[in-house]
């Protein structure tokens, strides 16, 4: 069965320090990856998506993300995190039955 | 050009009443699918509509259903509301072509269910 993994429930990172949410994934073949962010009481915005080609993949608002067949991962990378990145991350995969299955997501705090 | 459109942005609704939400989806796009949002059980998928034809569903009560128009424009309707209907309903379309996957998501009706 299909399904995403985010162990970090809840990171807090000081301004301008680095992230990286983890994401790890099950699927049998080479899934399309996603990673979106919500804001509160928003709704998902698309960070970036991995479906082929480089496994490196460049985002919005700075972020990229590298997909790693051999560790079924695709962590999610910011070198310098700013106030406003404070949210909620969420990995999905969509496979062959084109629905997105999400992760339980990451909350994001930020500290001037 | 215009986002996904999700009306209304809020409800307040008695336990036991139904609802009905709307989503109309970016031009061109013909695939709409509804997720629930819930502190408990996080983004769950409901079910996807392509060419007003119901193509996935997901694992919920037969209280929960949908439908399509031939606009696109999509509606959810949930029937003898109950408390644990209360949640963040999203709404998502996409291009539906391989070379482009993914889902552009509105910004969600929040039903409470009182």
Known sequence: AQSVTQPDIHITVSEGASLELRCN???????????????????????????????????????????????????????????????????????????????????????? | KAGVTQTPRYLIKTRGQQVTLSCSPISGHRSVSWYQQTPGQGLQFLFEYFSETQRNKGNFPGRFSGRQFSNSRSEMNVSTLELGDSALYLCASSLEIPSSPGYTFGSGTRLTVV
């Open chain 1, 25 to 112: 994934y099950s699927y049998g073949a080479t899934p399309y990856l996603f990673w979106y962010v919500q804001s509160p009481g928003q709704g998902l915005q698309l960070l970036l998506k991995y479906f082929s080609g480089d496994t490196l993949v460049q985002g919005i608002k700075g972020f990229e993300a590298e997909f790693k067949r051999s560790q079924s991962s695709f962590n999610l990378r910011k070198p310098s995190v700013h106030w406003s990145d404070a949210a909620e991350y969420f990995c999905a995969v969509q496979g062959n039955t084109d629905k997105l299955i999400f992760g339980t997501g990451t909350r994001l705090q930020v500290f001037p």
